[in-house]
């Protein structure tokens, strides 16, 4: 199984990006599930969950700001980010699980300037 993360870049306070990530490969059983960032120097930190109903959980930093969804093909995920700070620079993986195993893309940047 592979998950392909894109989306991040460059982008100024306040503004806006949207993230993907996309599974591919043997996908029998795999659930994507949501994001996590990890900051240069700190450790990884959970963003965003969804789950099958579609219930949703975020991270209080992010919360108000950011939109986890699902995608109409089936384990595509998407986190809309809006309203961007400093703080929120990192890469950002998406996490999915697999027959109990957690599995992880290998990330995209995304940088806020103030």
């Known amino acids: 199984v592979q998950l392909q993360a894109s989306g991040g870049g460059l982008v100024q306070a306040g503004g806006s990006l949207r993230l993907s990530c996309a599974a591919s490969?043997?996908?029998?059983?795999?659930?994507?599930r949501g994001w996590y960032r990890q900051a240069p120097g700190k450790q990884r930190e959970f963003v965003a969950v969804?789950?099958?109903?579609?219930?949703?959980i975020y991270a209080d930093s992010v919360k108000g700001r950011f939109t986890v969804s699902r995608g109409s093909i089936k384990n595509w995920v998407y986190l809309q980010m809006n309203g961007l700070k400093p703080e929120d620079t990192a890469v950002y993986y998406c996490?999915?699980?697999?027959?109990?195993?957690?599995?992880w893309g290998q990330g995209t940047l995304v940088t806020v300037s103030s």
């Open positions: 490969g043997s996908i029998f059983g795999l659930d994507v």
């Open positions: 969804i789950d099958s109903s579609g219930a949703t």
């Open positions: 996490n999915a699980v697999q027959r109990g195993t957690p599995l």
